[in-house]
């Protein structure tokens, strides 16, 4: 019996050691680089929440509204929810446009705010449709990628940062498959712009950095996506 529960407490102790070894190889908050560039964008990996991401547009992403979604267990903890630390920095706005109707979050769905001085650091936030979260798949995160780039653009910023938050609502989605179709979405509709001013159809200012937020156990995947999707891109 003694025997056991030295081996009880052996494997105990292991698996404590092992754990907080995992926790203490996390990237912090904060963490960044830039993991590649083409056509004079830079790319940022960033450890941050969009509520505290300053930036001159933040773009995150919700799904059509359900009951404590973002609240709610499978939804990410409290600590690690970006999205909850969006809509609490913004009194609840988030919530209630979603639960009101007022913005639906169906797949594609705009809605441009600009942050009260003191609530976010961004100078304007983004909001874009999920759709329905029981029917989500990754192939959409490129048109949300391409709408991100478009918006940019036209609003004439020459950064923004990006924030799927699809974690954060408990949806176990493809980390890497989902960072590359944000990229490459952005970057075919930058691409396009392109296109269009050499034909003389297009004016725009240009973007030099987008940033792409990531929680810290997403970092590492993130950014090899990341560096991967831009190599169509590189000349």
């Keep these: 019996m003694k025997t056991l529960k030295t081996s009880l407490t052996s494997l105990l102790l292991f698996v404590v050691v092992a754990v907080n070894a995992q926790v203490k190889e996390l990237p912090a908050v904060g963490t960044s ?22 930036t001159p547009l933040q773009i995150a992403c919700v799904f059509e509204y359900t009951e404590g979604d973002i609240t ?62 029981n029917t989500f798949n990754a192939d959409v995160m490129y048109t ?25 609502a408990g949806i176990d989605s493809p980390t890497a498959e989902v960072a590359e179709n944000v990229i490459k979405g952005a970057f075919d509709a930058y691409n396009t712009q392109l296109h269009l001013k050499e034909k003389k159809m297009s004016v725009f200012k240009p973007v030099l950095k987008l940033t792409l937020l990531s929680g810290p156990a997403f970092y590492a995947p993130s950014s090899e996506a990341v560096k991967h999707a831009l190599t169509a891109y590189q000349q």
């Design 72 to 133: 709610n267990p499978p939804a990410l903890p409290a600590p690690l929810n970006g999205m909850l630390h969006l809509d609490e920095a913004l009194h609840g706005i988030i919530t209630d446009l979603r639960k009101s109707g007022k913005f639906t979050g169906h797949a594609f769905e705009t809605l441009l705010i600009t942050p009260p001085t003191g609530t976010i650091k961004a100078k304007q936030l983004l909001l874009i449709g999920l759709g329905n979260r």
């Design 144 to 168: 949300v990628g391409t709408i991100g780039m478009r918006e940019a653009l036209r609003l004439g910023v020459n950064a923004y940062s990006h924030a799927s938050d699809i974690k954060d």
């Design 33 to 54: 680089a830039v993991v590649g560039k083409a056509n004079g964008i830079a790319v940022e990996v960033k450890v941050q929440g969009p509520s505290a991401q300053e």
